[in-house]
């Protein structure tokens, strides 16, 4: 079964949320800093990580 991931981390994020309960600045900055760090030179270290 395929599941895009997209759907995937927002299942997963809502999940993490509504089992966890952290502050929702904590979840702004982990957003914005996956996002930060998608753009940046460690990149394709992370992409080899993943992989």
Known sequence: MDVPLWLALLVVGYLGIKLIRPPWWLVAVLL????LLADSLLAPVIDTAVK
């Open 32 to 35: 914005l800093g996956g996002y």
